[in-house]
């Protein structure tokens, strides 16, 4: 078979750009289910709450959807370390996370699904701004703003967090906590308070990530899920605590994705993603960087 | 109860019941609506197999149920064979995926068996999509025969089989439960290291409970293609029966046969009524938030509030 | 008192990733033995046992039990040998009754030997003797949850005997437990020496290794470095090196 070379290139760019923006939408999942250990499988769902809290405020204040997405992370951080208050005192105090800590972010991630079908519909919504549509052109190369922008912006954010985790106070407590537990306590810090900031913060990002997906496609309440499968391969294939490690994983994932959609048409793609994660899982725990 | 006992027992009030049902209830829309209960009686007694007397928990029940759906759509398109063959071949179809799932154990536990679960019934839905003869993603019409094999409608002779299949899934669930292969699984659900080093066979065990627990599945989606007549990949592998099939025994009791019985009749009903009175996305979100609630307030669902008041007014 | 060897194991070698856990281990241990297994934190005590009962794979080496190679073989058909172990930390089945505990050992490792079976009754019986025999005999019907540090040990002992194993690893049976605890640990450690189980002891509360055994193995950093009589061993040069810090 003849693989159009133009076709090919197009689609390792799109996959590129893509990978940027699944590094976004990982990064919060790295932080809970990678450091944490809390496996919130509810992660789409406050992303999906991104989306429409840029919607909303799109429509009715024609501000820009990634400036939404900045000024209301501190709302997602808030929520987030409110949802960690509430795990903490039903299950990991007990020491009992298993099947009901699970259960417990199986049935966020529903009632956050029905909650946004109750509100907004299950019609597609989508923001509007001046980068949605055109595309810079270099030759045969063809790059949609639209993806371009949250790509980038999604690289500066997270290269900002990796320096905050390894500058700040509280970011060496976040790594020491996903770590070692004891070692923090030498450290004379609360570790519940450590994992309660560091969750808070593992929310916020859904924030700016859902600002992103809106701006990609056109949105509905039910989309979260295909996340699910990505965001967890991808923590894994990185990983687990490793930022950088995460970003690999979530190009080389955006660029297979964006392959298998060229050549052999989108409704194959989750089949990738998914199938990734179970060889992601297969490969447990060392992923790409090892550990 | 011995076991012999509680089957015969099980079998009567099985019979007894759709005796009473079919002959006082006339209204076929009470049929539609207890078919859809029973059907979650099965869908939880056979995830509680697994997640319950086991400890794997599985997020996939959509596509096993599913699958179970589909094979009888390929049946009815190529061969004709009655309804309760096409059970039994969805059952075998969605057990040896069930045997697949019980290999991955090997590797995978806890939230990450969990993940795969999910994953893999997103991948058995996109293959599904894929393939035309199934209708795609589109979704295929089935015609239901006009008359039903035994006295009475259509309709009630789905109910009539479902019911039975409910019967026989919790009479399985129940003698696992008192036999030493439960014994094994609640070992393996407590410490699989230590089960092993107590001479357990994890992996045999596991095997037989993922496998038992697809099957029971596969078997309760089979009759779906005549009970919807139109079906489609997106309803089919709804994420609702996955929430469901977990949310039923966490709300009725993980650890007790009974556990899924009531906490299917519960939330089965209170979504029937829901459904008819308010929306169908808000009887969703009733379910999530009773299965929130109940992981939060009571981990051990209805049978364990019984249980600890009755300890306590024993105490007393 | 030294029998036939009943554990042989050669040049046995375990590594995670990079990290060289256990390193060329040769070690005999014959019937009716009472060996104490000693070494620092992270010297590969717990991975040598768990290579030995098959919870972990070797790379290299073999290991043989009464004559036969168990290489390769999975825990529980080691079990079913006559290999049996406790855990550092006590696994109980958290939801099964004490009796029922004991019951999983019975009904999968003893019932699944040939030439055996107990019926439910006779199963019944063996529960209470062998809670009895660890003063838990009151306890039969309640959870693990309701028992103290010292009698979640003795009821991993239990546990482990119910398999009526010929070579018992207690992995530090005895962490955290006041000294009159330990006694009461050592003594069934004693008594289950005398009715013919071969015990492996690793511990690291020193006065009641040196007061059970009658060898000592010693490991640093997954090298065995001495083996024989405790009171020689303990004054070993490499030894006193690996305990007291160059």
């Known amino acids: ?291 | 109860m011995r076991n012999s006992v509680f089957w015969l027992l099980a079998a009567l009030s099985g019979v007894a019941f759709l005796a009473v049902t079919r002959a006082l209830i006339a209204n076929e829309y009470y049929y539609f609506a207890a078919y859809v209960v029973l059907q979650y009686i099965v869908l939880s007694t056979g995830w509680n197999i697994l997640g319950g007397y086991t400890g794997y928990t599985n997020f996939g029940t959509g596509a096993f149920f599913a699958l179970g759906a589909y094979a009888s759509v390929v049946l009815h398109k190529t061969v004709s064979v009655p309804l309760p063959v096409m059970m039994l071949v969805g059952g075998i179809i969605s057990g040896v995926i069930g045997l697949g799932t019980g290999y991955l154990t090997l590797r995978l536990r806890g939230v990450f068996f969990a993940i795969a679960t999910l994953a893999m019934a997103i991948v058995m839905q996109t293959l599904i999509v894929n393939w035309d003869f199934v209708g795609g993603s589109r979704g295929v019409y089935i015609i239901r025969p006009a008359s039903a094999p035994i006295a009475g409608s259509y309709i009630q002779y789905l109910y009539t089989l479902m019911l039975v299949l409910a019967v026989i899934s919790v009479g399985i669930a129940r003698t696992i439960e008192r036999s030493r292969l439960g014994l094994g699984f609640a070992a393996i659900r407590d410490d699989e290291q230590a089960a092993e080093a107590g001479g357990v066979p994890t992996l045999r065990l596991k095997l037989i409970s993922t496998t038992l627990s697809g099957a029971l599945m596969g078997m309760a989606g089979a009759p779906l293609p005549y009970y919807v007549t139109y079906l489609d990949p997106d309803s089919s592998f709804s994420l609702a029966y996955a929430v469901n099939a977990v949310a039923m025994p966490v709300v009725g009791g993980m650890t007790s046969w009974i556990g899924p019985v009531v906490g299917s009749i519960l939330l089965g009903t209170i979504q029937q009524l829901a459904t008819v009175t308010i929306s169908s996305a808000l009887n969703l979100l009733i379910v999530g938030l009773l299965l929130i609630g109940f992981v939060i307030i009571a981990p051990n669902g209805i049978v364990g509030l019984v249980l600890s008041w009755r300890r306590r007014a024993r105490a007393r | 008192m030294t029998g036939p060897a009943l554990l042989e194991v050669r040049g046995l070698g375990k590594r995670f990733g990079g990290f060289v856990a256990l390193d060329g281990i040769d070690l005999t241990i014959n019937a009716g033995d009472r060996v104490g297994l000693i070494g620092p934190n992270g010297s590969g005590k717990s991975t040598l046992v768990n290579c030995l009962c098959g919870t972990l794979r070797n790379e290299t080496g073999t290991v043989s039990f009464d004559g036969r190679p168990v290489n390769g073989l999975i825990a529980h058909h080691r079990t079913r040998l006559g290999l049996a172990r406790s855990f550092q930390l006590p696994k109980p089945f958290r939801t099964l009754t004490l009796n029922d505990n004991i019951r999983v050992p019975l009904v999968y490792t003893v019932n699944a030997r040939h030439g055996q079976h107990l019926s439910e009754a006779q199963m019944a019986v063996r529960c209470r003797e062998l809670l009895d025999d660890v003063g838990l005999a009151d306890k039969a019907t309640r959870l693990p949850g309701d028992l103290t540090q010292v009698e979640m040990r003795k009821l991993e002992l239990a546990r482990a005997v119910a398999t009526q194993p010929r070579l018992l690893f207690a992995d530090e049976a005895m962490a955290g437990l006041s000294p009159s605890e330990v006694e009461e640990i050592l003594a069934v450690l004693f008594r289950l020496n005398e009715q013919g189980i071969t015990i492996v002891l690793i511990e690291h509360i020193m006065r009641a290794v040196m007061n059970f055994s009658t060898r000592l193995v010693v490991l640093v950093a997954g090298h065995k470095v001495a083996d024989g009589d405790p009171q020689e061993t303990i004054r070993n040069p490499e030894v006193e090196r690996a305990y007291l810090g160059e």
């Open chain 1, 1 to 291: 078979m003849a693989i159009d070379l133009n076709l090919l290139i197009n689609a390792v760019v799109a996959g590129l750009l893509l990978g940027g923006f699944y590094a976004a939408v990982s990064v919060g999942i790295t932080i809970s289910f990678g450091m944490l250990d809390i496996a919130n499988i509810a992660q789409p769902a406050f992303i999906l709450m991104g989306s429409y809290a840029a919607y909303l405020i799109n429509r009715s204040l024609h501000l820009d959807p990634i400036l939404i997405g900045v000024v209301m992370t501190p709302v997602f951080y808030v929520l987030g370390m409110a949802v960690y208050r509430l795990y903490y005192h039903s299950f990991e105090r007990h020491g009992d996370q298993s099947i009901q800590g699970l259960a417990f972010f199986f049935g966020l991630l529903f009632v956050g699904e029905v909650s946004l079908v109750l509100i907004f519909g299950v019609d597609y919504r989508f923001v509007e701004a001046s980068y949605i549509g055109p595309s810079l052109k270099f030759g045969i190369l063809d790059l949609p703003l639209r993806m371009l922008i949250p790509c980038v912006i999604s690289l500066l954010a997270i290269g900002l967090l990796q320096f905050f985790l390894s500058h700040s106070f509280l970011g060496r407590a976040i790594l020491a906590v996903s770590q070692d537990g004891p070692a923090l306590q030498l450290m004379a810090a609360n570790p519940t308070r450590i994992k309660q900031a560091a969750f808070g913060i593992s929310i916020a990002t859904s924030s700016l990530a859902g600002a992103f997906l809106i701006i990609i496609q056109p949105v509905e309440p039910s989309i979260g899920r295909d996340y699910i499968g990505r965001i967890f391969a991808i923590c894994v294939l990185g990983g687990m605590t490793s930022l950088p490690g995460m970003i690999v994983a979530s190009i080389i994932l955006g660029v297979v994705e964006s392959i298998t959609a060229t050549f052999y048409g989108p409704s194959w793609a989750p089949a990738v993603s998914f199938g990734f994660l179970l060889v992601a899982l297969a490969w447990r725990p060392a992923g790409l960087m090892g550990r």
